[in-house]
């Protein structure tokens, strides 16, 4: 996913203030993609001056003005082109793989030390989500819902796989 249809994504809901879309993708996708707000007002800049989105300045009293953000016709068709592009290859590049694949040269015990503490780590984060889950669940939409349960399944994938690791390592 890029950054960018993200933000498409978001617009293409509504129009917003760049404070709302940053808040919008916390509430939104930032389980799954994270951005900061130079990154965000740089991207924004961008997509302006190709002119996917457009910025209109909205005055206000005793304050700064505004920006609110409106999707243009290039950005809608940039946002449906992408979403109607299969993802052909997912990418696993993390470092918790590279890891994984190298703790072979260390010692068994510290390995062993290695795993544990991060079957804990994401038996924590299972719990979170777990809790998320449970609690306001009318003000989710259902693609959030969805996303959840794909990540709860994602935390329970990793610490069987780990599991599978140590036993056929012979690190139990």
């Known amino acids: ?10 617009l293409n809901e509504r129009p917003m203030y760049g404070y709302e879309i940053k808040k919008e993708f916390e509430k939104s996708v930032s389980c799954i993609w994270s951005i900061n707000i130079g990154q965000l007002y740089t991207l ?4 302006e001056s190709e002119n996917e989105i457009v910025k209109k300045e909205i005055s206000q009293k005793n304050r700064p003005d505004k920006f609110v953000y409106t999707i243009a ?17 997912r990418q ?9 694949m190298f703790l072979t040269q260390i010692q068994n015990e510290d390995a062993k030390k290695y795993i544990d503490k991060q079957i ?3 038996e924590k984060q299972l719990n979170e989500f777990n809790k998320i ?40």
């Open 92 to 100: 696993t590049k993390d470092e918790f793989y590279l890891k994984m």
């Open 73 to 89: 016709d290039k950005g809608k068709n940039e946002l449906y082109k992408w979403l109607s592009e299969p993802v052909v290859m």
């Open 1 to 10: 996913m890029s950054t960018k249809h993200a933000i498409l994504g978001l």
């Open 44 to 47: 924004l800049k961008k997509m």
């Open 133 to 172: 889950k449970n609690i306001n669940k009318t003000k989710r939409n259902k693609f959030m819902d969805i996303l959840l349960e794909a990540s709860i399944m994602h935390f329970e994938v990793d610490i069987q796989w780990l599991n599978i690791y140590k036993e056929r390592m012979g690190l139990l």
């Open 120 to 122: 804990d780590i994401i």
